[in-house]
């Protein structure tokens, strides 16, 4: 049979497929619209299966906020080139994965794969990643999601750096303006710290620092009476490295995050995620 160049035209707005690819499936499905996009989905999952052992480096991490600004979600979502991650349909999917992921508060890329999609709830995410990849061409990987819901007085806050590349959630006081949460998400996005202040530091993460601190100082010849004023003031510089409110602070670096937060309000800050495109994806992808 024949299908006309307007059922082609439609069907290839709704799936995003080839043209020839919806021309084939609509002869297939003898002119039924429902049943071609059934055809195509199918064939898109046989093709992702392809595609699914290559390397997805690439993409882009998003992130959403509720209105009230009590809760967050941020996914990481891979694909093999940064021309894939720069599409429009790309961009949309992943967002739209975040505000699910933040919607329906899921803590894990595995438990939001196996969710009804929020855009089409016929089909899974998984599904529909999987028909992006036959459409775009690429192998896609959702590697990581969260979801976050702000404390009582506080509220969560965000900062996507390099277009994309380094995504960061932070729960601070709630008090806190606009700037300030914009320069706290930026430090953590520029800084990399991997603790909020020295009282959140594990007690066998200070343990070993100072057994290191103590061994180099020995080995230098340093008294033993000495080693350990040595090793605290390394365990010091330590602590300005990783914990974010002893960092200097990046618009200023005369002084430290902690010292801005006090002059702001006194501002308090419970914890931060940093998604860094790449960190997410299973060694050997």
Known sequence: MTVSAQAVKELREKTGAGMMDCQRALVEAGGDMEEAIKILRKKG??????????VA?????????????????????????????RTEQYQKLVQALAEQAMKEEVTDAAALASRPFIGDTSHTVAEVIASHIATIGENIVLSRAMHWE??????MGSYLHMGGKIGVVVELSASADEETVKDVAMQVAAAEPRFVDPASVPAEVVKEEKEIAKAQAAAAGKPEAVQEKIAEGKLAKFFEQVCLVEQPF????????????????????????????????????
């Open 45 to 54: 999952l046989a093709a992702a299966a392809k595609k699914a052992g290559r």
């Open 57 to 85: 480096k690439d993409g882009l991490v998003a992130v959403a906020l509720s209105p009230c600004g009590k809760k967050a979600g941020m996914v990481e979502l891979n694909c093999e080139t940064d021309f894939v991650a």
């Open 150 to 155: 702000a404390a009582e007085g506080m509220k």
């Open 250 to 285: 990046v618009k200023d670096p005369n002084r430290k995050v902690k010292e801005i937060l006090a002059e702001r309000g006194n501002i308090r800050v419970a914890r931060f995620a940093r998604f860094r495109l790449g960190e997410g994806v299973a060694q050997g992808e």
